[in-house]
């Protein structure tokens, strides 16, 4: 949820949510929904006043005068009455308009769309193609049966068969060990949240498309589960000494993928269903830039240790998703397209998704917002499908990464017909 208060009178904040993308006119809408609501709360309170003040007057008259005492704080009532619905119906107006606008983009953040990020750095060399793409190689491999899986669940599903299910652990394990060593608690969350909660982190309405419903909406499949580690702290105040307060959840993620009809079709790169590592932090106002910084290192630190060349990429205004105020992607190199391709985000929400969900900081003259912060420390199968052509040997073979050595307890892995 946006400040409201800064909206009306920041020319500058308002700026930043129109060089994301906003429908036209919204901004003038919840603008005018604002104004009606403050005024029908003035009214209100108005006329509560009156009626209390009738409702005294009527113990302290004279017998002859309670009737029309009491016909007048009878009136003042039904008038009031009246005015409290029309202002709930201003707040649910107001509400339904303000959960449409998005986090005003960071004055840091480039103006542009899809393709008009900053390139911050370029890491590593590139290599060129290996002789099988990511999808051809984790056939050959065994690693990966689409055919099948599309037979029991549709298109864009996997299974991930041997040494590939311990290559998926291996990640897993991997990105946790190295984000708990910097200090996040780590968590298995629910699968499973109320609409509520998605809401509150940020994600309803906008990405309601991209979300799998169950139980008839009563409960939502994550995307991601940033949403389930938003909600610890719901409606809760930190004490300063409790910041930053750093989480790393592992969960199975769903997403719909609407609007990528045609995309990324083969191998595992873009499927329903994946298991990611995610970090989460909670920190003060002052500390989110530096903490942002910090994720960021970290998932660079992953990457590298992995050995794969990329690059960190500022996003546009334009691009960044509805509660983010600025997002770096990490591009790693998928030599079998010659290009870079997004393997992992980290975002700052600032006071966005804490403003929904209530959660705040003590602070000497009162309690402020905290701001939240996230990012991929892994999504298991994507990261696997530029493992399978980094790795991938001129024998044919794939090679283990060092790093994850110690998980799979193999360094070499031959194809499945020569097994």
Known sequence: MIDLKRLREEPEYRRGIERKRVRDGLIDEVLEADAERR???????????????????????????RPAK???????????????????????????????????????????????????RVVGDTPPPPPLDHA????AMGF???????????????????????????????????????????????????????????????????VYDVDDG?????????????????????????????????????????????KDTRGIFRVHQFDKVEMFSFCASEHSVDEHERILAIEEEIVTGLGLPYRVVNIAAGDLGPAAAKKFDIEAWLPSERAYREITSCSNYTDYSARRLGTRVKRAAGSRLVHTLNGTAVA?????????????????????????????????????ERR
């Open 39 to 65: 005024l029908l709360a003035q009214e209100v309170d108005g006329l509560r006043a009156r009626q209390n003040a009738a409702s005294k007057e009527i113990g302290n008259a004279p017998p002859g005068e």
């Open 70 to 120: 009491i016909e007048t704080a009878g009136r003042l009532k039904d008038e009031l009455s009246a005015q409290e619905k029309e202002l709930q119906a201003a707040d649910a107006r107001l509400r339904d308009l303000g959960l449409q606008v998005p986090n005003p983009a960071d004055a840091s953040a480039p103006d542009g769309g899809e393709d008009e990020g900053e390139i911050v």
């Open 136 to 139: 051809g190689f984790a056939e």
């Open 144 to 210: 990966v049966d689409t055919a099948r899986a599309a037979e029991a669940s549709g298109s864009r599903f996997a299974y991930i068969m041997r040494e590939g299910a311990l290559l998926e652990l291996a990640l897993v394990n991997y990105a946790m060990t190295a984000i708990v060593g910097h200090g996040f608690v780590p968590v298995v969350t629910p699968a499973l949240v109320r609409e509520r909660t998605m809401e509150e982190a940020g994600f309803f309405p906008t990405d309601r498309a991209q």
């Open 218 to 262: 009563e409960l939502f499949l994550l995307g991601t589960s940033e949403v389930a580690l938003s909600a610890l702290h719901r409606a809760e105040t930190f004490t300063p000494e409790q910041l930053p307060a750093r989480y790393g959840g592992y969960s199975t993620c769903f997403r719909r993928e609407a609007g990528t009809y045609g």
């Open 380 to 416: 298991v199968s994507r990261m696997l499908v530029f493992l399978f052509e980094h790795y991938q040997q001129p024998d044919g073979s794939f090679e283990v990464p060092d790093v994850l050595r110690p998980y799979t307890r193999f360094t070499n892995v031959v194809a499945a």
